[in-house]
């Protein structure tokens, strides 16, 4: 796993083909071929954890085993310090790298042999309700966790939509 600075994290994300707006928001540079679909939120801590499970079990299906994410958290500051500070003291325990970790540190590379690892963190904006966005490594899913129960999925892999439809994510997309 590496630790990027937002411009880092920006960088990565324009050599895959994803372009971000001046509010923050992701969306597919070169195509105009894409689907979303809205994800319900997880109502259960066991909902959560499966959620986190699945989006990168599900959403790496036709890519093979080599499959890298970026996860990147964009708004962590949304309820209270103490939530905060809890999160981010989890957050830290996972990456076991509590020195490079700063403000302007939220994203993060994980490479494919850190599926685990990923997918505990994903638990973190997930469970607090942090803004979020995880990113296949070819840029092609783009996930958008929110903390209005706005969270997304969106896709231009026609592997990735028969997948999501016939898998356990099937529960959360509206």
Not at 6 to 20: C, F, H, I, Q, S
Not at 67 to 81: E, P, V
Not at 97 to 120: C, D, I, M
Request: charged letters at 25%.
């Amino acid at each position: 796993m590496k630790v990027l600075t937002d411009l880092e994290a920006m960088n990565w994300l324009k050599k895959r083909g994803v372009a971000t707006d001046a509010g923050g928001c992701l969306s597919f540079e070169h195509t105009t071929k894409s689907t979303r679909f809205v994800l319900s939120p997880p109502r259960t801590r066991e909902a959560v954890t499966s959620l986190a499970v699945n989006l990168v079990e599900v959403l790496g299906c036709d890519h093979n085993a080599s499959t890298g994410w970026l996860l990147w958290l964009k708004d962590f500051d949304i309820w209270s310090n103490e939530i905060e500070e809890i999160g981010w003291t989890l957050v830290e325990a996972l990456m076991q790298r509590q020195s490079e970790l700063n403000l302007n540190s939220s994203a993060f590379v994980f490479e494919p042999h850190e599926k685990s690892n990923l997918k505990a963190t994903l638990l973190v904006p997930i469970l607090f309700m942090w803004d979020a966005y995880l990113i296949r490594d070819d840029g092609e899913v783009l996930v958008r966790i929110d903390h209005d129960d706005l969270s997304s999925i969106a896709t231009t892999s026609d592997a990735v939509l028969q997948e999501m439809k016939e898998s356990q994510l099937s529960p959360w997309l509206k």
